[in-house]
């Protein structure tokens, strides 16, 4: 059994749905008034209701819930997590769920036997980075890589689908100009997700 965490990402999900149709057994954690129907209608999100009816086994919980996630990982031989707060809110920051709920995340699948952890962080993270979310990828990497599990870290670079619609798209249809910072020059290695969702298989 896989679990996936994050699924109502875009990401989570397209992982989700990718494992699904293969054939694979994938539970997904979803939490409780989730507004990830209603960003789905907007392409921001997956609509947890579309990985349920695709097959996968939901279980309810939260990251800043220890115990919805030992639940979780009960039987779970291959982990994955994609979730973070970059589109959240209130309680829900990058303290909150990509670090404290993330390392409670670790240290549930440890105690339950998981056999591999795979996770998503993300290309310069380190700890002590100036930016937090940054910071909490670095660190919960550090955390794994002494978590005596086997584990994968994927650091993927710029997700194209996101940021190129946001710096492009979105003034292009208001009839705005695209603004660059800087002379535009500088290379950015944008990378897709569905490149990403491919990795889960190597």
């Known amino acids: 059994m896989i679990l996936i965490v994050g699924a109502t990402g875009i990401l989570g999900g397209m992982i989700a749905h990718h494992l699904i149709g293969q054939g694979q057994n994938v539970r997904v954690l979803l939490r409780h008034n989730s507004p990830a129907a209603e960003l789905a209608k907007h392409y921001l999100a997956t609509n947890p209701q579309s990985l349920i009816e695709a097959g996968a ?3 309810y919980g939260d990251l800043k819930d220890r115990p919805s996630l030992e639940t979780a990982c009960v ?3 291959t982990l994955i997590t994609t979730a973070n707060a970059a589109l959240r809110g ?3 920051n ?3 769920v990509d670090l404290q709920g993330t390392t409670q995340l670790v240290e549930a699948a440890r105690t339950a036997g998981v056999r591999h952890f795979i996770y998503v962080s993300a290309a310069g ?3 002590g980075h100036p930016h937090p979310l940054y910071d909490a990828k670095g660190q919960i990497e550090a955390i794994l890589r002494a978590s005596g599990m086997d584990f994968t870290i994927l650091s993927p670079g710029v997700f194209m689908e996101v940021w190129m619609g946001t710096v492009i798209g979105i003034p292009l249809r208001a009839g705005q100009p695209v603004t660059l910072v800087g002379e535009g020059a500088r290379k950015v290695a944008f990378v897709s997700m569905v490149d990403v969702r491919a990795l889960q298989n190597s």
């Open 94 to 96: 990058f303290l909150t």
């Open 57 to 59: 086994q939901p279980v």
């Open 75 to 77: 039987g779970i031989e």
């Open 125 to 127: 993270a380190v700890p």
């Open 90 to 92: 209130g309680e829900d």
